[in-house]
């Protein structure tokens, strides 16, 4: 899940490596990031510095908006680093499974109340209807109901 950064590679200089994604990392502020000094915060910057620093090819990093500006370590020629970049939001890996809605539910904690009787009779309460309250699937019905009358 998630979705990859899309990554463009620009012109640079030797030793260097630039970036260009289609997110913007630090607004309208510039970030630095060395090799050996701690990277602090959880911003997209830092995570992406951190990333690309952890690689063991990186003396650092500059950031500025979408632009990433990497100083590549001697001897490296940073194969590679644009996938750091792109798999920055994806959390799905190959090997791994995705857990279904019906999984999630079934570890939740029964709640101490009991559930809710469905709206159309004396049955368990779906998972929608245990998530979602009432007010706001009445809300729901109503601008479906209008849309329904409009098209």
């Given at each position: ?55 063991g ?69 779906s ?19 209008r ?5």
């Amino acid at each position: 899940m998630g979705q990859q950064v899309a990554v463009t590679v620009l012109p640079s200089r030797q030793g260097e490596l630039r970036f260009e994604a289609n997110r913007n990392f630090t607004g309208m502020g510039h970030e630095n990031y060395r090799a050996g000094a701690p990277v602090v915060g959880n911003t997209p910057s830092a995570v992406v510095a951190r990333r690309l620093l952890d690689t063991g090819h990186v003396d650092g990093v500059h950031v500025y908006g979408n632009i990433i500006d990497i100083q590549l370590a001697r001897g490296s020629d940073g194969a590679g680093l644009d996938g750091v970049v792109r798999d920055l939001y994806q959390y799905w890996l190959p090997d791994r499974e995705l857990p279904t809605f019906d999984d999630t539910a079934t570890d939740a904690p029964a709640e101490s109340g009991g559930t809710a009787p469905a709206a159309g009779g004396g049955g368990a309460a779906s998972a929608y209807e245990q998530r979602v309250p009432e007010t706001l699937r009445q809300r729901s019905a109503a601008a479906l109901a209008r849309w329904r009358a409009n098209h």
